[in-house]
Nanobody
Framework: QVQLVESGGGLVQAGGSLRLSCAAA???????MGWFRQAPEKEREFVAA????????QYTDSVKGRFTISRDNAKNMGYLQMNTLKPEDTAIYYC?????????????????WGQGTQVTVSL
């Protein structure tokens, strides 16, 4: 079992930055961690993922070069650094964990989810 709690969301102007955190309890260090987002009336979509060891990361094209995913297994923490934010980044952001430990980008591949944190980017 893995329990996840996100924090760090908020309201920011376009071009600004936010750092999301994901506090984990349970078998987090052996799990793949992912960040997903869901905008109003849209399906939940993949944003970024990092394998259990941190040696492999993957991003959706729209955030490449702007977002960075990282993790600190010693602290049971995950992070998503978001720079140069755009209004289209506005969504609820979810932290998720997959038992497999290997790279996963599909929503259905993740076993545990946090409650989400709202990110709103204004013009």
């Amino acid at each position: 079992q893995v329990q996840l709690v996100e924090s760090g969301g908020g309201l920011v102007q376009a071009g600004g930055s936010l750092r999301l955190s994901c506090a984990a309890a349970g078998r987090f260090s052996s799990s793949t961690m992912g960040w997903f987002r869901q905008a109003p009336e849209k399906e939940r979509e993949f944003v970024a993922a990092i394998t259990w060891s941190g040696d492999s990361t993957q991003y959706t094209d729209s955030v490449k070069g702007r977002f960075t995913i990282s993790r600190d297994n010693a602290k049971n923490m995950g992070y998503l650094q978001m720079n140069t934010l755009k209004p289209e980044d506005t969504a609820i952001y979810y932290c998720a964990a997959a038992r497999s430990g290997y790279m996963r980008i599909r929503v259905g591949s993740y076993d545990y989810w946090g409650q989400g944190t709202q990110v709103t980017v204004s013009l």
